[in-house]
């Protein structure tokens, strides 16, 4: 069965780094473009940055760029997001998840990763 697994969530200070890996199984990991959502408390949720499926296009929300980057290796079946410079308010739970190709719908989700940034 489809899994994505996220890890590498924390606590951290702000200005400071997390990277967030996300393991894919269960699909062709190659195939699909793959995004990072984050839903902080009260808060609907929002994507963050996307990658293409063989990586060579990126999208970022204007709240991350020149901050997050987002990565993958499709020979590891594994999505990276490296964040720096963090601010409280980056503050989520924070999603893996898998575009469909045809319908280019978000259909396969992680269970999330918490990152909090301390103030």
């Known amino acids: 069965q489809v899994q994505l697994v996220e890890s590498g969530g924390g606590l951290v200070q702000a200005g400071g780094s997390l990277r967030l890996s996300c393991a894919a199984s269960g699909y062709t990991f190659s195939r699909y473009a793959m995004g990072w959502f984050r839903q902080a408390p009260g808060k609907e949720r929002e994507l963050v940055t996307a990658i293409s499926a063989v990586g060579g296009s990126t999208y970022y929300a204007d709240s991350v760029k020149g901050r997050f980057t987002i990565s993958r290796d499709n020979t590891k079946n594994t999505l990276y997001l490296q964040m720096n410079s963090l601010k409280p308010e980056d503050t989520a739970i924070y999603f893996c998840?898998?575009?469909?190709?045809?319908?280019?719908?978000?259909?396969?989700w992680g269970q999330g990763t918490q990152v909090t940034v301390s103030s």
């Open positions: 998840a898998a575009r469909d190709p045809p319908s280019e719908r978000y259909v396969y």
